[in-house]
């Protein structure tokens, strides 16, 4: 009766003998027998199945916090006083880029959040003055409004001990090539601003100069 209980969940007994087995189960060949027997000798010393190595690629940053602790925070901002305008791409899960952003903060910059796909023409929309017509209802009349330039609005608002104006933009990946080239090239025309446009996703948070990426040549050293 315990040798019945056992083979219903499964469990071949050693007691068992290969002619009882094909009784109670007659779809399984000798070779299946032979498998599901050394199976229960698994840490029993008489079974000989192969040992398999598997290879893990850790890093310390998996064992003590890698989403509170980034080493790679010093080079991120020698990096965006270097280049001034960086690509990034953050992983799919995001929160990461906020520990980037957070460190930014810290320095004394203040931040600029925009979206690409509600942006228009960067270089109208961030440096002159530019129409925006609200929503009619279809029953008032087509109104354009007027705006000044973003970024220079927000220069102007920043305090005295501001260290500068990050212009930092989500989903960037929709932006032409022209449209990147002036990202790239927008903390040459105001100092003071840098630029961080999001331009896809990646297993882990890295980031490219957005010159690199918008196919601009790379700054010549002095």
Same mark, same amino acid.
């Given at each position: 009766?315990?040798?019945?209980?056992?083979?219903?969940?499964g469990?071949?007994? @050693?007691?068992?003998? @290969?002619?009882?087995?094909?009784?109670?189960? #007659?779809?399984?060949t000798?070779?299946?027998l032979?498998?599901?027997?050394? !199976?229960?000798?698994?840490?029993?010393?008489?079974?000989h199945?192969? =040992?398999?190595?598997v290879?893990?690629n850790?890093?310390?940053?998996?064992?003590?916090g890698g989403?509170?602790? =980034?080493f790679?925070?010093? !080079?991120?901002?020698s990096?965006?006083?270097e280049h001034?305008?960086?690509?990034?791409? $953050? #992983?799919?899960?995001?929160?990461y880029?906020?520990?980037?952003?957070?460190r930014?903060?810290? !320095?004394?910059?203040?931040f600029?959040?925009?979206?690409?796909?509600?942006?228009?023409? #960067?270089?109208?929309t961030?440096?002159?003055?530019?129409?925006v017509?609200p929503?009619?209802?279809?029953?008032? #009349?087509?109104?354009r409004?007027?705006?000044p330039?973003?970024?220079d609005?927000r220069?102007?608002l920043?305090p @005295?001990?501001?260290k500068g104006?990050?212009v930092w933009?989500i989903?960037?990946k929709?932006? $032409?090539k022209?449209?990147?080239?002036?990202?790239?090239?927008l903390?040459?025309?105001?100092?003071r601003?840098?630029?961080?446009a999001?331009?896809?996703?990646?297993? =882990?948070?890295?980031?490219k100069?957005?010159?690199?990426?918008?196919?601009?040549p790379? !700054?010549?050293?002095?």
């Amino acid at each position: 009766m315990a040798w019945s209980v056992c083979s219903y969940h499964g469990i071949l007994l @050693p007691s068992s003998t @290969p002619e009882q087995q094909r009784l109670i189960f #007659p779809s399984m060949t000798t070779s299946t027998l032979n498998m599901s027997r050394k !199976q229960t000798n698994i840490g029993g010393g008489g079974g000989h199945c192969g =040992k398999t190595n598997v290879a893990c690629n850790v890093s310390l940053e998996d064992f003590i916090g890698g989403d509170l602790l =980034k080493f790679d925070l010093g !080079q991120w901002l020698s990096d965006v006083e270097e280049h001034k305008a960086l690509a990034i791409y $953050s #992983p799919h899960e995001g929160g990461y880029e906020g520990r980037y952003l957070n460190r930014l903060r810290y !320095q004394g910059y203040y931040f600029l959040d925009l979206t690409a796909r509600g942006l228009g023409d #960067p270089e109208t929309t961030l440096t002159k003055f530019h129409p925006v017509c609200p929503p009619h209802v279809g029953k008032q #009349p087509i109104a354009r409004w007027y705006f000044p330039p973003e970024v220079d609005y927000r220069l102007s608002l920043l305090p @005295p001990n501001a260290k500068g104006l990050v212009v930092w933009i989500i989903e960037a990946k929709v932006l $032409s090539k022209a449209e990147l080239q002036f990202l790239a090239l927008l903390p040459t025309l105001r100092p003071r601003v840098r630029v961080i446009a999001e331009c896809g996703n990646w297993r =882990k948070f890295m980031w490219k100069p957005l010159k690199e990426i918008a196919g601009l040549p790379a !700054q010549e050293g002095p």
